[in-house]
């Protein structure tokens, strides 16, 4: 049997994160730890993104690190943010980890999935920018199961949130040359 996936599998959500926690988020963004090199991709010419872990450390035992987020010092204000989306999209959902990515031109991520075959779970993607033109592109691409169909497009929007089935292909596009920002997104990776 066939998986089969549709845009029901994907949420968009404008506006989810406010205007106050946008600029939080910059700010913190602005001083975080910014590592070169994810994911890992062996593929010719690949060019990884910029990776900022924040919490999910016990993530390969399935552990929660909700309380590690209420505790974080810098990152404690996302538990407000995580509470609103678990409540009204995933309120038996675990939350494993929270990190933020960034992409400049040419760094288009490899097509993935965010859940093993045998973990459900949902993936929230925040887009984090406080201005991005339509121009610059940076969509987060959804594929059909064998990769080969796109099931839908979603552009960057300071505020946009995605939620998705994290069985569901996905890659992001990086932004346009003419772009001069760092793409940036928070993802909240969870099992259900």
Same mark, same amino acid.
């Given at each position: 049997?066939?998986?089969?996936?549709?845009?029901?599998?994907?949420?968009?959500?404008?506006?989810?994160?406010?205007?106050?926690?946008?600029?939080?988020?910059?700010?913190?963004?602005?001083?975080?730890?910014?590592?070169?090199?994810?994911?890992?991709?062996?593929?010719?010419?690949?060019?990884?993104?910029?990776? +900022?872990? *924040?919490?999910?450390?016990?993530?390969?035992?399935? &552990?929660?690190?909700?309380?590690? #987020?209420?505790?974080? $010092?810098? /990152?404690?204000?996302?538990?407000?943010?995580?509470?609103?989306?678990?409540?009204?999209?995933?309120?038996?959902?675990?939350?494993?980890?929270?990190?933020?990515?960034?992409?400049?031109?040419?760094?288009? +991520?490899? *097509?993935?999935?965010?859940?093993?075959?045998?973990? &459900?779970?949902?993936?929230?993607? #925040?887009?984090?920018? $406080?201005? /991005?033109?339509?121009?610059?592109?940076?969509?987060?691409?959804?594929?059909?199961?064998?990769?080969?169909?796109?099931?839908?497009?979603?552009?960057?929007?300071?505020?946009?949130?995605?939620?998705?089935?994290?069985?569901?292909?996905?890659?992001?596009?990086?932004?346009?040359?003419?772009?001069?920002?760092?793409?940036?997104?928070?993802?909240?990776?969870?099992?259900?």
């Amino acid at each position: 049997m066939e998986l089969v996936f549709s845009e029901r599998d994907i949420c968009v959500v404008d506006d989810a994160a406010t205007s106050d926690e946008l600029k939080r988020i910059n700010r913190q963004l602005s001083t975080a730890c910014w590592r070169y090199g994810w994911p890992v991709n062996h593929a010719p010419h690949a060019r990884p993104c910029w990776h +900022s872990f *924040i919490v999910g450390r016990k993530r390969p035992e399935r &552990q929660c690190a909700g309380d590690d #987020l209420i505790h974080h $010092e810098q /990152w404690g204000f996302l538990a407000d943010f995580w509470r609103r989306v678990k409540l009204a999209h995933m309120q038996t959902a675990t939350l494993l980890g929270v990190y933020a990515n960034g992409q400049t031109a040419g760094q288009d +991520s490899p *097509i993935h999935r965010d859940n093993k075959v045998d973990e &459900q779970g949902l993936t929230v993607v #925040l887009f984090c920018n $406080e201005h /991005w033109a339509t121009s610059w592109g940076g969509e987060l691409v959804f594929y059909d199961h064998r990769k080969e169909n796109i099931l839908k497009s979603v552009l960057p929007k300071p505020g946009r949130m995605v939620v998705f089935n994290g069985h569901v292909p996905h890659s992001a596009r990086s932004p346009a040359a003419t772009c001069d920002q760092l793409r940036m997104t928070l993802a909240f990776k969870t099992i259900i």
